[in-house]
């Protein structure tokens, strides 16, 4: 599994917070919205790390059973001939982690991992939270960037 994506997108959100806090943290006068701000990049970057870390639910399989017995006694639909197992119902083999992944949803190129039973929740935290964050500096960035073309065109007069 590559990890180019993953270390891309970390740094695009460490430098996109980065580029928040120098250039529109000197604007912001309510100490509650830079508390506020601070506390939903640490939930996102922590949410981050926990989708990427955490075992997305990897079916795990039995050495003691051959994959001959697997095909006496399970129909040849359910069995997955990669990783030798009978696949639990909504399943399926993810191609990049190269493993049968419980109540798989997708693979994330950009957290690196499947999102599938045991990360989902996680990762809807994270999608969440990035989103507000992003939604935020963007709202402020649009009314600080206002007001300094306000201030500039007052002191021309």
Known sequence: ??????????????????????FIFPYI????ELILYVVLFAISLLSFLMTWLQDPGFVKKNKNV???ELLRRFDCSVICPQCE???????????VCGKCIAVYDHHCPW?????????HGVFFVFIVSL?????????????????????LLLEKK
Do not use: D, M
């Open 1 to 22: 599994r590559s990890r180019i994506s993953l270390f891309i997108f970390l740094i695009f959100i460490v430098l996109s917070h980065l580029l928040t806090v120098l």
């Open 66 to 68: 051959h994959i001959l």
């Open 111 to 119: 957290v690196n991992n499947c999102i599938a039973a045991k990360n």
């Open 29 to 32: 006068k309510e100490e509650w």
């Open 131 to 151: 989103f507000i964050s992003v939604s935020y500096t963007h709202l402020r960035a649009h009314e600080t960037g206002r007001n300094i073309v306000c201030r």
């Open 85 to 95: 197992i009978a696949k639990p119902p909504r399943s399926r083999h993810c191609e």
